[in-house]
């Protein structure tokens, strides 16, 4: 975890913030909160936000998207041109982007070396995003042009170039404690007509870009292909509906207002995932038995490790930290899941955390270059923290002789 303490607990004490709320860790235990603090709070729906599907919602065409890309990559004459169908996986963690956009400018900068053990930053044929992972996924789909993007929507940002609101004042008119203001504009304008040219070229090539969100009515989770909604209209019409998906799959409960799609309430798919991929049909899989089909690139944008402390005794923080244990369970779960299957298909699976390039208050040792955890967890919303991970991810990619990770989560 990256915090003693999960988001928001010390903002319901001191009212100082909230942010923080849109960290990863500590979903669970946020909840908890509010439950019991904030229960008698309520607003009203839109009126025009009657949900259809709360009887229950077909299923969405994921597989079929990797599906087509697999085909593209692996069916066609003998002497065609064929590669691994390379996917990315981009978990949540609020600020902690900052790794995964660090990382991804590294990884283009890694010199070619036919010596590396280690592949080159390939053309992405699927990425998908949860929560802060969301937002860094149509333009990771984009390639490496659109690295300066990703290092202006995380590197060296702090609260104030992503929120405002007014406290727990801002939870009496029942939905949120903070309005999401910041990354709403700054993903608006990352979004122009050349990124969304570029997503609407990518679904010409059979390749897309998905983010995960939970229907809060029908308690599903849900894929939403942004390539197919950018193809699919005009770029004002695109963009405001690519950012609308984006930012349901980053709407932290009780943080950020939720988002209405198709009548539905949808809010940040980390409630129920952290990473998230979609078993391919082996049907529509050619290739010789020796080749590798498929590569998976997974960057958690977060550590695993939990920091050893002292709980209080009290019911508060015996809640609180049982919960963040929880989170963290469900973060290793979903990397294993992943790995699991990578193995059982014979696909390359690949990972990345940040816990080599931080390191915690009292811990022992040389730290060099490594970027000191937030003590707090509005501490993660300071620039000079997500300055030094944006930096130190980067030079792990581009430098480190261990990025990547192969071994079970």
């Known amino acids: 975890m990256h915090m003693t303490r999960p988001p928001g607990s010390e903002d319901?004490?001191?009212?100082?913030?909230?942010?923080?709320?849109h960290c990863r860790n500590g979903h669970r235990s946020v909840?908890?909160?509010?439950?019991?603090?904030?229960?008698a709070c309520a607003g009203e729906r839109p009126v025009t936000a009657t949900c259809p599907a709360a009887t229950g919602e077909p299923p969405q065409p994921f597989d079929a998207a990797l599906d087509a890309?697999?085909?593209?990559?692996?069916?066609?004459?003998?002497?065609?041109?064929?590669?691994?169908?390379?996917?990315?996986?981009?978990?949540?963690?609020?600020?902690?982007?900052?790794?995964?956009?660090?990382?991804?400018?590294?990884?283009?900068?890694r010199p070619a070396n036919t010596a590396d053990r280690w592949p080159s930053r390939p053309t992405f044929d699927v990425v998908t995003g949860i929560s802060t992972g969301a937002?860094?996924?149509?333009?990771?789909?984009?390639?490496?042009?659109?690295?300066?993007?990703?290092?202006?929507?995380?590197?060296?940002?702090?609260?104030?170039?992503?929120?405002?609101?007014?406290?727990?004042?801002?939870?009496?008119?029942?939905?949120?404690l903070k309005k999401p203001d910041g990354i709403e504009r700054r993903l608006v304008?990352?979004?122009?007509?050349?990124?969304?040219?570029?997503?609407?070229?990518?679904?010409?090539?059979?390749?897309?870009?998905?983010?995960?969100?939970?229907?809060?009515?029908?308690?599903?989770?849900?894929?939403?292909?942004?390539?197919?909604?950018?193809?699919?209209?005009?770029?004002?019409?695109?963009?405001?509906?690519?950012t609308?998906?984006?930012?349901?799959?980053?709407?932290?409960?009780?943080?950020?207002?939720?988002?209405?799609?198709?009548?539905?309430?949808y809010m940040d798919g980390g409630v129920r995932e952290n990473v998230f991929v979609a078993p391919m049909r082996p049907a529509a899989i050619v290739a010789e038995p020796e080749q590798s089909r498929a590569a998976i690139y997974v960057i958690e944008n977060s550590t695993n490790e939990v920091p050893s402390?002292?709980?209080?005794?009290?019911?508060?923080?015996?809640?609180?930290?049982?919960?963040?244990?929880?989170?963290?369970?469900?973060?290793?779960?979903?990397?294993?899941?992943?790995?699991q299957y990578a193995q059982e298909h014979g696909y390359g699976f690949y990972w990345t955390?940040?816990?080599?390039?931080?390191?915690?208050?009292?811990?022992?040792?040389?730290?060099?270059?490594?970027?000191?955890?937030?003590?707090?967890p509005a501490g993660q919303f300071d620039a000079t923290f997500t300055t030094c991970l944006y930096d130190a991810a980067l030079r792990k990619a581009r430098d480190g002789a261990t990025p990547w990770r192969t071994d079970r989560p």
Not at 83 to 109: C, K
Not at 144 to 160: E, N, Y
Request: aromatic share 10%; charged share 15%.
């Open 353 to 376: 955390s940040a816990d080599d390039v931080v390191f915690y208050t009292g811990d022992a040792g040389d730290h060099g270059a490594a970027c000191e955890a937030p003590r707090t």
């Open 189 to 242: 304008a990352a979004l122009d007509d050349s990124t969304i040219a570029a997503i609407k070229t990518a679904y010409g090539e059979k390749r897309s870009a998905w983010v995960g969100a939970v229907n809060f009515d029908t308690g599903n989770f849900t894929e939403f292909n942004l390539s197919a909604i950018a193809s699919a209209l005009p770029n004002d019409q695109a963009r405001a509906q690519m």
């Open 31 to 39: 909840l908890l909160i509010f439950a019991l603090l904030l229960s």
């Open 135 to 176: 937002i860094m996924a149509p333009f990771a789909l984009v390639g490496s042009v659109a690295d300066p993007a990703l290092q202006h929507a995380f590197r060296g940002v702090g609260g104030k170039d992503l929120y405002s609101g007014n406290g727990l004042l801002g939870l009496l008119g029942g939905h949120s």
């Open 12 to 21: 319901l004490h001191y009212g100082n913030g909230g942010i923080a709320a």
């Open 244 to 265: 609308n998906h984006i930012m349901a799959a980053s709407a932290l409960p009780g943080f950020f207002p939720p988002r209405f799609i198709d009548g539905c309430m």
């Open 309 to 339: 402390e002292l709980t209080e005794y009290s019911v508060r923080e015996i809640a609180t930290r049982s919960y963040e244990l929880i989170e963290n369970q469900t973060q290793i779960n979903s990397l294993r899941n992943i790995y």
């Open 69 to 109: 890309a697999v085909t593209a990559r692996w069916q066609g004459p003998p002497d065609a041109s064929r590669h691994p169908v390379a996917i990315l996986v981009l978990s949540g963690g609020g600020t902690w982007g900052a790794y995964g956009a660090g990382f991804l400018n590294g990884w283009t900068q």
